[in-house]
C-alpha cells in the first residue's frame, strides 16, 4: 500500500500533468502571414470564356445563372467544371467527406493537377478531423495546396475535446461558405458540401438542397469570396497541422485514390470524366442560362476569432435589406431555422400590412441534427405568433423522388431539407450557404447570390410551394389555446410527429437551455 507521502506524489503530478495539458490544449494557435496572392482574372480564350460569349448577350453586363435542384446534376456539373478547366481550380467547403463521391472528386481534382491546372481546397476545420489523410495526398500533389480554416490545435482524442472547450469562442467562428471555381470564370455557389448525402448517393439519408452555377463576370467575387478566406491569418496550410505520411505510403495513397476515379459504374449515373464528355454536358447547360442583375456578398472571416461576435454579418445584413424591400411575399426555405426576440422585434418593424411570411424548415423526423431542431423548437411558438406562416418537411416526402434521383434512398430512407433560399416578391432570390438561424448570422462566415429574376423566382416560388403541400410537409399552427397543432394529408397530431417518445424528449431538454445561438 502507498505512504501517504507516495499518495500525495502521485496526487500531485497528476495535477500538474493534467494542468499540463489543459495549458497545451489552451494555448492559441499563432496567426499566420502567407505569401502573395495569386494574380485573380479569367483565363483569356478558354472554353468558359468561350462558353459565355456564345450564350451570355454581349450587351449585358449581367452574369449568366442556372439552378442545379437535383443533387446527381450537382455532382455531374462539379466533375463537368473539374474536367473542363484548363488553368485553375479553387474550392472552398465547410465539409468534404471521404466517401465515394468525396473521393471521386478529389481523385479527379489529382488527375486535373497531373495535366498542370493548379488547384486550391480550402476547408473549414470542424468537419475535417479523421479525413486528414485524404486530404494529405491531394497536397502532396505539387500543383494542389490544402489550408485548413481556424483549425484546432489538438487533432484527436480528448485533446481535440479539451482545445474545443478551452477556446470556445474562437473555434465556434467557423467558415461555412461554400464555391467551386473554374479558371475563375464559372462557379457553383450554394448550400451543398461534398458527400453522398448532398449527391443523392447515400443508401439512407438524402439532402433536398440548392445550389446555383454561374458562368461571367460575377464569379470573380466567388474568387475574392475564396482569396479573403484563403490569406486568412487563421487558415493554415495542411502540413503545418497534420504529420505528412511516409513517401512509399503517400505514393500507395495517390495510386489508390486515382485508380478509385476510374470505378464510376458505384454511381447511380456516371459523371463525365473525358473532357468530351465534360464539355458536351456543360454545353448543354450553359444553353439554359439566364443572365440576370445579381451580385454576390460574403462575410469577411473574422481579425481576432475569439472577440465577441454580437453584430450581424455582412450576409445577414443583407437578407434583412431585402425583407425591408418586400413588398407582398417572402417565402423562406432553411435547413435549420431560427429567429429569437431580436430578430423576431425587427422582422415586425419592418414588414408592410398585408406582406406573408412564410417559411419551410426540418421536422424533428426529418432533421438530421436533434441539437439543431431544438433550437427551432425553442423559438416555434415565437415565430407563430408574430404571424410567420410554418412548415416542416416529412421524412416521406412524396415529392422525394423528384427531388432526389435515388428511388431506393426515397423508398427505403429519409429525406432532409438542407438548402438555404429566400424569395423575395417573385422578383428577387437569395441562395447560398445562410440558414436563417442565429449562427449563420452571428458566427459563420457564409456566401449568397442575390439574383433579380422574375424567370428564376418563379422557379423557386413553385417549388418551395409544392415542398408546404400536405403530402410533403406538416403544417404547423397554434390552436385556440395556443397549444401546437401538426396538419397534414393524412394526419393532425399535437406533438411533433412521426418520431418516438426519446426523440421527443432529448429535443425538448435541449430546448429549454439558451444555446440557440451556437447551434
Known amino acids: 500500500m502507498p505512504s501517504i507521502l507516495q499518495t500525495s506524489f502521485i496526487k500531485s503530478l497528476g495535477l500538474w500533468l493534467l494542468f499540463g495539458l489543459l495549458a497545451g490544449c489552451a494555448s492559441a494557435l499563432k496567426p499566420v502571414e502567407h505569401g502573395p496572392a495569386r494574380v485573380k482574372g479569367p483565363v483569356p480564350d478558354s472554353f468558359f470564356t468561350e462558353q459565355a460569349k456564345k450564350h451570355l448577350n454581349a450587351d449585358l453586363?449581367?452574369?449568366?445563372?442556372?439552378?442545379?435542384?437535383?443533387?446527381?446534376?450537382?455532382?455531374?456539373?462539379?466533375?463537368?467544371?473539374?474536367?473542363?478547366?484548363?488553368?485553375?481550380?479553387?474550392?472552398?467547403?465547410?465539409?468534404?467527406?471521404?466517401?465515394?463521391t468525396g473521393r471521386y472528386l478529389a481523385g479527379r481534382l489529382m488527375a486535373a493537377a497531373e495535366r498542370g491546372v493548379s488547384v486550391r481546397l480550402l476547408l473549414d476545420d470542424i468537419n475535417v478531423a479523421g479525413k486528414e489523410s485524404l486530404f494529405a495526398v491531394l497536397n502532396g500533389h505539387p500543383n494542389i495546396r490544402v489550408r485548413i480554416f481556424n483549425p484546432a490545435r489538438s487533432r484527436s482524442g480528448v485533446?481535440?475535446?479539451?482545445?474545443?472547450?478551452?477556446?470556445?469562442?474562437?473555434?465556434?467562428?467557423?467558415?461555412?461558405?461554400?464555391?467551386?471555381?473554374?479558371?475563375?470564370?464559372?462557379?457553383?455557389?450554394?448550400?451543398?458540401?461534398?458527400?453522398?448525402?448532398?449527391?443523392?448517393?447515400?443508401?439512407?439519408?438524402?439532402?433536398?438542397?440548392r445550389d446555383v452555377m454561374a458562368l461571367g463576370p460575377l464569379v470573380g467575387s466567388?474568387?475574392?469570396?475564396?482569396?479573403?478566406?484563403?490569406?486568412?491569418q487563421w487558415s493554415y496550410s495542411l502540413e503545418e497541422i497534420y504529420q505528412s505520411q511516409a513517401p512509399e505510403l503517400a505514393a500507395s495513397a495517390r495510386s489508390r485514390l486515382m485508380s478509385e476515379t476510374v470505378q464510376i459504374q458505384t454511381f447511380?449515373?456516371?459523371?463525365?470524366?473525358?473532357?468530351?464528355?465534360?464539355?458536351?454536358?456543360?454545353?448543354?447547360?450553359?444553353?439554359?442560362?439566364?443572365?440576370?442583375?445579381?451580385?454576390?456578398?460574403?462575410?469577411?472571416?473574422?481579425?481576432?476569432?475569439?472577440?465577441?461576435?454580437?453584430?450581424?454579418?455582412?450576409?445577414?445584413?443583407?437578407?434583412?435589406?431585402?425583407?425591408?424591400?418586400?413588398?407582398s411575399e417572402i417565402l423562406v426555405e432553411s435547413a435549420y431555422l431560427v429567429?429569437?426576440?431580436?430578430?423576431?422585434?425587427?422582422?415586425?418593424?419592418?414588414?408592410?400590412?398585408?406582406?406573408?411570411?412564410?417559411?419551410?424548415?426540418?421536422?424533428?423526423?426529418?432533421?438530421d441534427l436533434v441539437t439543431n431542431h431544438s433550437a427551432y423548437a425553442r423559438w416555434r411558438e415565437a415565430m407563430l405568433e408574430y404571424g410567420i406562416e410554418l412548415y416542416e418537411l416529412r421524412p416521406d416526402a412524396q415529392s422525394c423522388k423528384a427531388w432526389v434521383l435515388n428511388e431506393a434512398a426515397c423508398d427505403n430512407g429519409v429525406v432532409s431539407l438542407h438548402s438555404k433560399a429566400?424569395?423575395?416578391?417573385?422578383?428577387?432570390?437569395?441562395?447560398?450557404?445562410?440558414?436563417?438561424?442565429?449562427?449563420?448570422?452571428?458566427?459563420?462566415?457564409?456566401?449568397?447570390?442575390?439574383i433579380r429574376s422574375p424567370e428564376l423566382a418563379d422557379v423557386v416560388v413553385s417549388d418551395i410551394r409544392h415542398s408546404m403541400t400536405p403530402e410533403n410537409s406538416w403544417r404547423v399552427t397554434l390552436d385556440e389555446g395556443g397549444d401546437l397543432k401538426w396538419q397534414s394529408s393524412d394526419q393532425q397530431v399535437d406533438h411533433e410527429p412521426d418520431v418516438g417518445f426519446w426523440r421527443r424528449a432529448k429535443s425538448r431538454f435541449l430546448s429549454w437551455l439558451?444555446?440557440?445561438k451556437y447551434l
Open 61 to 100: 453586363p449581367d452574369t449568366g445563372f442556372l439552378l442545379l435542384d437535383t443533387g446527381r446534376d450537382a455532382f455531374a456539373v462539379r466533375a463537368a467544371l473539374i474536367e473542363s478547366a484548363s488553368q485553375s481550380i479553387d474550392a472552398q467547403y465547410y465539409i468534404w467527406n471521404d466517401d465515394a
Open 268 to 327: 447511380k449515373a456516371a459523371p463525365p470524366q473525358e473532357l468530351g464528355a465534360a464539355k458536351a454536358l456543360l454545353t448543354t447547360r450553359f444553353a439554359e442560362l439566364i443572365q440576370a442583375p445579381a451580385e454576390l456578398v460574403y462575410d469577411m472571416p473574422p481579425e481576432d476569432p475569439s472577440a465577441p461576435a454580437d453584430s450581424p454579418k455582412q450576409t445577414a445584413q443583407a437578407l434583412y435589406r431585402l425583407v425591408a424591400e418586400a413588398e
Open 422 to 450: 429566400v424569395v423575395f416578391d417573385r422578383n428577387t432570390v437569395f441562395i447560398g450557404s445562410l440558414n436563417v438561424n442565429l449562427r449563420s448570422i452571428y458566427l459563420n462566415g457564409e456566401t449568397a447570390l442575390i
Open 222 to 232: 466567388m474568387t475574392d469570396n475564396f482569396e479573403a478566406y484563403w490569406n486568412s
Open 339 to 367: 429567429l429569437a426576440d431580436e430578430q423576431l422585434e425587427d422582422l415586425h418593424e419592418v414588414v408592410k400590412p398585408g406582406l406573408s411570411v412564410l417559411a419551410i424548415t426540418n421536422s424533428l423526423a426529418s432533421n
Open 514 to 516: 439558451p444555446l440557440e
Open 159 to 209: 485533446g481535440r475535446f479539451l482545445s474545443l472547450i478551452l477556446d470556445f469562442d474562437r473555434i465556434n467562428r467557423r467558415m461555412h461558405n461554400k464555391t467551386f471555381v473554374a479558371d475563375a470564370y464559372a462557379g457553383i455557389a450554394g448550400g451543398r458540401n461534398i458527400g453522398d448525402e448532398y449527391f443523392d448517393e447515400h443508401h439512407a439519408l438524402n439532402f433536398r438542397d
